[in-house]
C-alpha cells in the first residue's frame, strides 16, 4: 500500500500525545506500520528525486532525551557502514542531532550514497529519522535540509486523525535493515 505524502504528514503512537510532523510533499509512503514491539515504522521516497525516508517512533519507559539521541548516533558512528563511509559529520542543531555520511563505493561499484540520521526526544518519545539517497549531489542537499526544517516531535492532544493509520497486520518482512534500492541503479547496502 503506498499513499502520497501531505505537506503535513502526523505520525503517533496509540495512548500516547507526543506526535511527530514532517512535510512529506511530494514523497510516496510506502509503508506506514504499528509493530508488535511498539515501534511505529514509516518509509517514503520521492520519486523524482530518488531519496528515500525512514521514521521510527518509539515510546520508552522513563524521559527520552537530547542525550540519549547524541549516545544512539554516537553507536550508529561506531557501525559498519559508517566506517566505510567518507565526510562523516555528527552534530546538533536545534535541539536535534545529526550524523551524514557518503558511502563512495560498495564492493567496487560506484555509489555516492549519502545517509542522514537524525534523532529527536521529547516526553517518553524518540524518533528516528534516516533519509538517504544513492548518487548524491550537492543539488540534492536542499531537499535533504528541507526535510531536516520540517520535522518537529512535540507533545499536544492526540489527534483524532492522522495523516496515515498504521497498518498492523503482520510485517512483510522478519529482518528490519532495509535495502533501498531504485530502478536502473547499482544496488545499496543497509545504510
Do not use: W
Not at 514491539?37 to 525516508?53: E, Q
Not at 540519549?68 to 553507536?75: A, S, Y
Not at 552534530?91 to 557518503?102: A, K, Q, V
Amino acid at each position: 500500500m503506498a499513499l502520497e505524502g501531505s505537506a503535513r504528514t502526523i505520525l503517533s503512537q496509540p495512548n500516547n500525545p507526543v506526535r511527530l510532523s514532517i512535510d512529506l510533499a511530494g514523497f510516496t509512503i510506502e509503508r506506514d506500520q504499528l509493530k508488535p514491539n511498539g515501534r511505529r515504522h514509516l518509509m517514503a521516497s520521492h520519486p523524482g528525486a530518488g531519496i528515500n525516508v525512514a521514521i521510527v517512533l518509539e515510546q520508552v519507559a522513563g524521559q527520552a532525551s537530547t542525550g540519549g539521541c547524541i549516545k544512539h548516533l554516537r553507536q550508529l558512528k561506531k557501525g559498519q557502514a559508517v566506517s566505510r563511509g567518507i565526510d562523516v559529520a555528527f552534530s546538533t542543531t536545534r535541539d536535534m542531532p545529526t550524523l551524514e555520511y557518503t558511502l563512495p563505493r560498495f564492493q567496487g561499484v560506484r555509489l555516492d550514497q549519502k545517509s542522514l540520521y537524525a534523532c529527536l526526544a521529547e516526553a517518553n518519545v524518540y524518533a528516528t529519522m534516516h533519509v538517504s539517497k544513492v548518487q548524491y549531489t550537492e543539488a540534492d542537499a536542499a531537499l535533504f535540509q528541507r526535510l531536516l526544517t520540517t520535522v518537529r516531535l512535540q507533545p499536544g492532544p492526540s489527534p483524532r486523525i492522522t495523516a496515515h493509520q498504521p497498518n498492523t497486520a503482520a510485517p512483510l518482512f522478519s529482518v528490519e535493515p532495509v535495502r533501498y534500492e531504485q530502478p536502473n541503479e547499482a544496488k545499496t547496502i543497509v545504510p
